[in-house]
Structure formats: structure tokens, C-alpha cells
């Protein structure tokens, strides 16, 4: 099974391209995480075989990189190059056409040392891959954007998480009115408002209409400099320069439509077209188009959705005939069983609970004198937006404390998001790898699974969730609870996406602090009984302890769980001499990292909290000034068996 990270995943298809072998050793970490293809010369090609680099995706050029480039510059969303930055603005600049359709270009210094975020830092999204990539290569992002340095979301890029889709307007002067931190009002008529949830405390928006007084008594409000529409409406702007606009419309619309057998696509997009228009509604806040399901294979109908990119929801007339609509007609009940197709599909596709409310265009029936065919348009708006995207679960384990035992696909990961969901002191743990924009949900200890259904409900609608838990994941963590409860959900095992990030675990944090007890083999126990009963984790308990194990024991007391620790002792003492070594490692790698070295028969002797592993050795373990060493036996064959040296030295890798 083939299972690529999915941090990439936005930025697909990605190129990176460089003219040295020594930037092809400094890209290496990307090609072993991530689908990247790699363009080199001809020479570098050959330099790649004599070394016997393993690149999956290898272009070797026969051309110059300048043609290669001008082929593959509208083929790709994201290009990384390891070559002057001098270099690369010579090479691009004749390709460059618009911010909205350029791909994401960054640069990566021969040095390996700095990223930069090139151009396309935001709709094209080069300063979240320049992030993703230094992540990758222990590098330093260089993003020179202006809202990177006040911890706002690029105004630009706000909708993108919510798949909303930019509309008219002055872009650059509207982000220059951020960067100049002047007033900027915000008027959201639909979408999600979470985004607004999660802004710095000192952003200069202001949220509806200045119209509305203000509260007696309290300060003047400041004219606004500049405005943000999100909303399903089209409004066109007048070119006042001072004021600038631009405005955002979130996939809210579900067209309803009805037609005759043959209706041409070219008269139904022109049908949704003159509706749209007649009701100032933005074509780009469509969501998707509903109908009948013997709609399902109109052609026209087809061929429109997919060339829109649009979903076509279809019910049975049994389920549309339960809607109540604004014109039923008697004549659509006797054709095709129900008295409503457009009205009722788009009621229903806005609303599970067919909300009739939700229509904001009754039916409209739109012909056209040289076509063939009738189209019959309603259009019903939804409360929550279609996002149009495949939502993806990584499920991040951030190590024992401090950021640099985090992987640094994990630190990708969490900076990546668009959403990140963790007990409330692994998020204050990570603040540092947190990006503006964010979504931040920080729930206290004891809701995991409210915790895993909110990550759940965000990646059904299409975003990009993090899910972060201490140490590993999958180690007493948020993994397991995730994947069963999405598994209960009906889950088809990839929508959505699930990737999990390894990080490293309390006892192997707690092993490097004391040396090598866990040389041998091993196993870890949790002393909680809040989910498994207290005599399966007895009989584990005995079973570890007469197998020699050295064991971990993980979530050992409690303010009110005491008596396991005690008789996790005696279990141990029944097996084990009491001059056992046992190391009590709490908060490893925190500010208030705790080491004491033990013996069994001593070890209540000394603070132990849920703060805290306890590694106990095996019949072999000894303690050593302040180590704690497992021998796993080298020593001892050495004497014994000197022509075994060679299979030794392999079992040591
Ligand atoms: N997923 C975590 C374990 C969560 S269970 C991991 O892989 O490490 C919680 C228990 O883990 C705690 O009661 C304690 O026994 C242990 N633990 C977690 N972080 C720790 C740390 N920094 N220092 C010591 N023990 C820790």
C-alpha cells in the first residue's frame, strides 16, 4: 500500500528544478515525503544515477531550463527551485500573467538555509508552500507579504479554507488598507464566520453596517478606508479610489433545475445565467445544481456540471413530492410524480430538513426562440457553504514538550492546517508553529470525543484538520478515537483523508533522559481504568512482569486513582528483585522536567503524578553514575561467540 503524506496535497502537481547536484541533495527530504517531481540537466542526470539517488519522479532535460519552464509553467500549482533568486526572476518574468492564475513559485538558497515565498504568496498559496517546504529542510520561511507581520489573514486568501470563490474588486488596494492597519469593514451576509473567531486581537476590521448607531456613550467609530462583501450577491463597484472594495462569495447558491428531454447545456447555462443576473445573485456563489433523479442523465444538464465544476444532487419524486413549495403544478405531479422539480430539489439540496425558507428564486421557466427545450431555474440558498473540497484529518502526535523533538512533517502539518483541534496545553505548547488565519479550537482535558467529532465535522465539510495529542497519536492519544469514531460513521476510508504524523513517545522521551532501558524487549501499560477494567490491566501487569518485559507504565496516578501504582508494585515485586532499577521521569522535555533513579522496592517513595512514566527494568537492567542501561547482551557474545561478529554488527542497525 502506497501511502504519500498528503501535506503536499494543495500544491499538486509540484515541480521543484535545479542545475546543481548540490541542490539536488538539498531538496532530498522533499521527494521522500512528498509527490514532487524533479527536473535536472542532462549532466546532473547522470551525476543522480552514478550516486544511485532514488527520485521517483526524475525529468532529466534534453532542453534548457528556460524552454522546460515556458512548457510546464501552466501545467503546475506550485514550482520550487534551488538556483539564484536572480536566476529565477530572469526565468519567470516572461510567464508571469496574473496572481490569480500564476502558480506558487519559491526559491530555496543553495545553503539549503531560507525558503522564499517568491511569487503567488497568496492566491496561489507560495508563502504557505514556502512554510511547508523549510519545514521540510530545517529552513527559515522568508515571507515578505504585509499581512505576515501583523498576524492577519491574508484578506486574499480568508475564503480559501471555506472554498469560497474571490470575486470583483480592488485586491491589492484593499490588502494595502490592512497592511496600513486603517479601518476595513467587513460586511458577511453568508459563509462561515469562524475566521472571525480566530483574528489577533488588534485587527482593524469592523464587523456590519456603520449605519447602525453606536451605543451611547461609546467612542466614535472610525470611517472605514475600505470594504469586504461576503456574500452571495453580485455588486458591481465604481472606481473610487479612495474606498476601495472587493468582495467574496461563498458556495451557498443550490440551483434547482427542470428541463424538457434534449435541452441543450448551451440553454440551461444561459437559463442559470439570466437568473442569476435578473436576481443580482454572483454566478461564483454557486454551490451545485439539483434535480430529479431521472435528471441524472440529461446531457445537457451533465455536460454543464461538469464543465462548471458543479455537484448535481438528485431525489426521487418521492422525496421531492414531501417538500412544500411556493408553485406546485399539477401538470410537472402527472409527468414525473411530484408537483415540484426545480423548487423542490433546491429547497432540498440547501437544507436536509427542506427548509422551504431557504428559496430565495421561485421557479423561472426560460426558453429561447432558436433552441429547442424548456428550462425550469429556482435557486435556494443554504446556511452552511459548499466548500468543494476533500477534507483531510492528519492526526499529529507533537512529542513529550518542546518543538524541536516534533518532526518536522508534523511541524508541517500543524502549520499547514487550515484548522487545529487539541487539548488546550499541547495548543500552547505549539503557539510558535501557528499561522494567521487559523482556525484555533482548544478543548479542555476531559472532552476527547467532542474534540474528535468537531475535527470530524470540519474535514466532512472539506477542511484540513489537525488533530494534535502529546507524544504519539496512536499512543493513548487522539488516533484511535478519531479512526473508530469516523469508522462508526459510516466512513468509506478516504473521504476524508486520514494521514497520521508519529511523534515520540513519553517513554522513549523518558528512555533518552536516563540512557538505554528499553534495549531489550519491551512494552508499555496505562494505568487508567477509565476505559479498560482494572482486571485486564492486572492480568497485563503479571503477564509483563513474569515475561521479563521492561515496562513502561504510562498514566500511573491520579489525585483520586492511588491504589494502582501500589499494586502495579507488588505485582512486579512478586517477579523482580527489589533492587530493580526503575527511572520516574515527569514533564520530560517540559520546563519542569522531573528524573529520578530508583529501585522497585523504593519507588513510592517519591512524587509520582499523571504528569509522570515510570520505566521499570528487567531481571537485566542495571544502573550505572546516572544512567539506567538494559544490556541487550553484545558484551556477552562477544566472549562467547567471536565468529558470530558479523551477524551481531547487523542485529546492532
Ligand atoms: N500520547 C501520549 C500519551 C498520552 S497518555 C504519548 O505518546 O506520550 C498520558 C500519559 O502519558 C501521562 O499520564 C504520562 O504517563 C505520559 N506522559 C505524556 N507526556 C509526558 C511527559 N512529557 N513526561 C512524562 N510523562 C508523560
Not at 442 to 454: C, D, F, K, S, V
Not at 466 to 491: F, K, N, P, R, T
Not at 615 to 622: D, E, F, P
Request: charged fraction near 15%.
Amino acid at each position: 500500500m502506497d501511502r504519500f503524506t498528503l501535506l503536499f496535497h494543495d500544491f499538486q502537481p509540484l515541480l521543484a528544478l535545479t542545475t546543481t547536484f548540490t541542490g539536488v541533495q538539498r531538496l532530498q527530504p522533499l521527494w521522500e515525503t512528498a509527490a514532487v517531481s524533479l527536473w535536472v540537466p542532462a549532466p546532473i542526470g547522470e551525476q543522480i544515477q552514478q550516486a544511485k539517488l532514488p527520485i521517483p519522479s526524475l525529468q532529466v532535460g534534453s532542453d534548457l531550463l528556460r524552454e522546460h519552464l515556458t512548457q510546464q509553467w501552466p501545467a503546475h500549482r506550485g514550482l520550487i527551485f534551488c538556483l539564484a533568486t536572480g536566476a529565477v526572476v530572469r526565468l519567470i518574468s516572461p510567464l508571469l500573467q496574473h496572481k490569480a492564475t500564476d502558480p506558487a513559485v519559491v526559491v530555496v538558497d543553495t545553503n539549503g538555509q531560507f525558503v522564499i515565498s517568491l511569487c503567488g504568496g497568496h492566491q496561489a498559496g507560495a508563502d504557505a508552500l514556502a512554510q511547508a517546504v523549510a519545514r521540510q529542510l530545517h529552513a527559515t520561511p522568508v515571507l515578505t507579504g504585509a499581512a505576515n507581520g501583523l498576524a492577519l489573514p491574508a484578506i486574499d486568501r480568508l475564503g480559501k479554507p471555506f472554498g469560497w470563490q474571490p470575486g470583483s474588486g480592488d485586491w491589492t488596494a484593499v490588502s494595502s488598507a490592512i497592511a496600513r492597519q486603517e479601518p476595513v469593514q467587513v460586511i458577511q451576509e453568508a459563509g462561515s464566520t469562524l475566521w472571525q473567531n480566530h483574528l489577533p486581537a488588534e485587527h482593524s476590521f469592523q464587523f456590519g453596517f456603520p449605519e447602525v448607531p453606536a451605543p451611547a456613550g461609546s467612542p466614535p467609530t472610525p470611517s472605514p478606508r475600505a470594504r469586504i462583501w461576503i456574500s452571495p450577491m453580485q455588486r458591481s463597484f465604481s472606481l473610487e479610489a479612495d474606498f476601495p472594495k472587493v468582495q467574496w462569495h461563498p458556495r451557498v447558491l443550490w440551483v434547482g433545475i427542470g428541463c424538457e428531454r434534449g435541452t441543450s447545456r448551451a440553454l440551461i447555462e444561459t437559463a442559470v445565467q439570466s437568473v442569476c443576473r435578473a436576481h443580482h445573485l454572483a454566478e461564483a456563489a454557486i454551490a451545485g445544481v439539483a434535480t430529479i433523479d431521472l435528471k441524472a442523465n440529461e446531457i445537457g444538464l451533465v455536460e454543464l456540471c461538469q464543465g462548471r465544476q458543479w455537484p448535481l444532487r438528485c431525489f426521487s419524486a418521492e422525496q421531492l413530492r414531501q417538500v412544500s413549495v411556493p408553485t406546485p403544478s399539477a401538470v410537472v405531479e402527472a409527468e414525473v410524480g411530484t408537483p415540484s422539480v426545480a423548487e423542490a430539489a433546491a429547497i432540498l439540496a440547501a437544507s436536509p430538513s427542506s427548509d422551504a425558507s431557504l428559496l430565495r428564486v421561485r421557479k423561472q421557466i426560460i426558453r429561447q426562440p432558436d433552441q429547442p427545450g424548456a428550462v425550469t431555474i429556482a435557486i435556494a440558498q443554504a446556511d452552511q457553504e459548499y466548500t468543494g473540497r476533500r477534507g483531510q484529518l492528519w492526526l499529529v502526535g507533537i512529542g513529550p514538550g518542546q518543538l524541536n523533538q516534533i518532526t518536522p512533517a508534523a511541524q508541517t502539518a500543524i502549520t499547514h492546517a487550515d484548522a487545529v483541534i487539541g487539548y488546550r496545553l499541547y495548543v500552547d505548547l505549539i503557539q510558535a508553529l501557528l499561522r494567521p488565519g487559523q482556525i484555533v479550537e482548544a478543548l479542555p482535558i476531559t472532552q476527547e470525543r467532542q474534540r474528535a467529532e468537531r475535527a470530524i465535522e470540519l474535514a466532512n465539510w472539506g477542511l484540513t484538520v489537525a488533530v494534535i495529542s502529546s507524544g504519539d497519536c496512536g499512543i493513548y492519544g487522539m488516533a484511535g478515537l478519531v479512526m473508530e469514531q469516523l469508522q462508526h460513521s459510516g466512513w468509506d476510508g478516504k473521504t476524508p483523508a486520514v494521514e497520521v504524523f508519529p511523534g515520540i513517545t513519553a517513554l522513549q522521551a523518558a528512555a533518552a533522559q536516563v540512557g538505554a532501558p528499553l534495549m531489550h524487549d519491551f512494552c508499555a501499560i496505562s494505568l487508567s481504568d477509565l476505559l479498560t477494567p482494572w482486571t485486564v490491566i492486572e492480568t497485563r501487569l503479571s503477564a509483563a512482569a513474569q515475561a521479563d518485559f521492561v515496562t513502561a507504565l504510562y498514566n500511573p496516578k491520579s489525585q483520586t486513582r492511588t491504589q494502582q501504582i501500589e499494586t502495579a508494585q507488588q505485582i512486579f515485586l512478586a517477579h523482580r528483585a527489589a533492587q530493580t532499577p526503575v527511572a520516574i521521569v515527569r514533564s520530560v522535555y517540559r520546563p519542569d522536567q522531573q528524573v529520578t533513579l530508583t529501585t522497585l522496592d523504593q519507588m513510592l517513595a517519591h512524587p509520582i503524578d499523571m504528569l509522570t512514566v515510570v520505566l521499570i527494568g528487567n531481571q537485566s537492567t542495571r544502573t550505572f553514575a546516572d544512567w539506567m542501561i538494559t544490556p541487550r547482551g553484545y558484551l556477552a557474545s562477544l566472549v562467547n561467540c567471536e565468529t558470530d561478529r558479523e551477524s551481531n554488527r547487523e542485529s546492532n542497525s
